[in-house]
C-alpha cells in the first residue's frame, strides 16, 4: 500500500510503538496511584509536557493539558467560554474544522453572537474583514492555523496581533492540529497572543487517542470533565500514560527540516500533475503546509476516484478526512468559493518525510489509468 494521506493520520514508528508497548505491559500502573512515583507511572506525563514545551517554545511544561485529542480540546475551549462568560461576540473562519464550527453553533443556539470571518479564493483569512469583526464585546476568536484540506497557511502571528489590538479582552484560539510537527512554531515570538493552541499526537506520528491544549499562564479554563481531579483539576480521567509516553517518543523525533525535501516532492507531484489534464491546484502562490496538494478534477468525482486508487493500492485523500463517506465537497473550497462541481472533484495528497518519488509516480501513473479508462 502506498499512503499519501498523511493530513488524515500518520503512521507510528517503532520508537513510539516501544514506548506505548512499555506503558501498556511492564509499567502499567495508575499515574494518579500514591505509587506513581516508585513505578515511574507519573513519568511519561511529565516528558510529554516536557517536549510539547520545547518544540513550541511555550512558558512552562504546567501550560499543557492533556486530552483525548484536538476534538475534545476545541470543545472544551468552547464549552468553557459558554460556562464563563456566558454572552457576547464569537469569531471563527469560515473555513474551520468541524470540531471547532460545530461547538460555535452551539454555542449560537445559546445566545452568543456567532460571526464567519471570511476567506479569499485560495484560503487565507481577509485580514480586513477581521478587524472590521472584532470589537470589545469580542470574547473568543478561533483561527486554525494550517487548513486540512488545502494545508493553506493563516498568518497568526498577525492575526494575534488585531485581536489584540481591537478585542483585547478576548481569547484568541488556534486549531494547531495540522501545523505541530510540520511548521515552526513560536509562542514567545510569532505566536506570542495565542492563548490556547490544541494539537493531536497521531498528525505526527504519535499514537491515536491523545492530543492536548496548550493554556497560556494567567487563563482558567472551566473542567469539562469532572471526577477525579487529573490533569492540576482541569481534565479528570485516568491518565493515558502509553498515550503520552507514545506521544513524548513522537515529539522527539519530528525534525522540521525533513520538510524541505518533503516541499520539493509536492512541487514535483504539482508539476507533473499539472501535464496529465486540466487540473487545478488548490491554493498555489500562498503558504501552505510543504506536504499538502489539493487539486480538482473538472467533471469527476473525487469520492469515486479515491475508491478506485484504494482498491489499487494507493490511499489518498478526499475533502476532510472526518466527513468521509459525505458525498457533499469540501467545505474549505465552497468558502473559497470554487465551484460546486469543481469542488465535488477534489483529491487531496498529503506527503509524510518518508514519501518516496517512486511512490508519487506510481501514483500518478494509476491516476492518469483512471482517467483514460473514465
Known amino acids: 500500500m502506498i499512503y499519501l494521506d498523511n493530513n488524515a493520520t500518520t503512521q507510528a514508528s517503532e520508537s513510539v510503538l516501544s514506548a506505548v508497548v512499555k506503558y501498556m ?38 501550560t499543557f493539558f492533556f486530552t483525548s485529542g484536538a476534538t475534545e ?46 476567506v479569499d479564493s485560495h484560503g487565507v483569512v481577509c485580514l480586513e474583514a477581521l478587524g472590521r ?52 512554531i513560536d509562542l514567545q515570538k510569532e505566536w506570542k497572543e495565542v492563548d490556547l ?40 480521567g485516568t491518565t493515558n500514560t502509553p498515550g503520552l509516553a507514545g506521544l513524548a517518543a513522537a515529539v522527539d523525533e519530528i525534525e522540521l527540516t525533513a520538510f524541505g525535501e518533503v516541499r520539493q516532492k509536492r512541487d514535483y507531484l504539482e508539476q507533473q500533475l499539472l501535464k496529465l489534464a486540466p487540473i487545478l491546484i488548490h491554493s498555489v502562490g500562498v503558504p501552505r503546509l510543504p506536504n499538502t496538494c489539493c487539486f480538482s478534477l473538472p467533471e469527476c468525482s473525487g469520492d469515486d476516484l479515491v475508491t478506485e486508487l484504494a482498491a489499487q493500492g494507493v490511499i489518498v485523500g478526499s475533502g476532510s478526512a472526518c466527513s468521509s463517506g459525505s458525498q457533499e465537497p469540501a467545505q474549505t473550497l465552497l468558502a473559497m468559493g470554487v465551484d460546486y462541481q469543481v469542488a465535488l472533484g477534489s483529491i487531496r495528497v498529503s506527503l509524510g518525510p518518508k514519501t518516496s518519488v517512486e511512490e508519487l509516480d506510481f501514483f500518478l501513473d494509476r491516476l492518469k489509468e483512471n482517467l483514460m479508462s473514465s
Open 25 to 62: 505491559s511492564k509499567c502499567f500502573s495508575n499515574a494518579s496511584a500514591t505509587t506513581a512515583a516508585f513505578t515511574g507511572a507519573d513519568v511519561p506525563r511529565r516528558n510529554a509536557a516536557s517536549q510539547m514545551a520545547k518544540i513550541l517554545n511555550a512558558e512552562e511544561p504546567e
Open 73 to 118: 480540546a476545541n470543545n472544551w475551549v468552547f464549552a468553557s467560554i459558554a460556562s464563563t462568560v456566558r454572552t457576547g461576540t464569537i469569531l471563527i473562519s469560515s473555513i474551520e474544522h468541524p470540531s471547532v464550527r460545530e461547538p460555535a453553533e452551539r454555542l449560537a443556539r445559546q445566545g452568543f453572537n456567532l460571526q464567519l470571518v471570511p
Open 133 to 184: 469583526l472584532l470589537s470589545p464585546d469580542v470574547v473568543l476568536v478561533s483561527i486554525m492555523a494550517a487548513n486540512n484540506e488545502t494545508g493553506v497557511l493563516q498568518s497568526i502571528g498577525e492575526i494575534g496581533e488585531l485581536v489584540r489590538d481591537k478585542a483585547p479582552t478576548a481569547l484568541f484560539h488556534t486549531d494547531a492540529t495540522q501545523a505541530v510537527g510540520k511548521i515552526a
Open 197 to 236: 493552541l490544541s494539537f493531536s499526537a497521531h498528525k505526527f506520528n504519535g499514537p491515536k487517542g491523545v492530543g492536548g491544549l496548550y493554556c497560556r499562564p494567567g487563563i482558567d479554563l472551566t473542567p469539562l470533565l469532572v471526577g477525579g481531579g487529573q490533569e492540576q483539576g482541569a481534565r479528570s
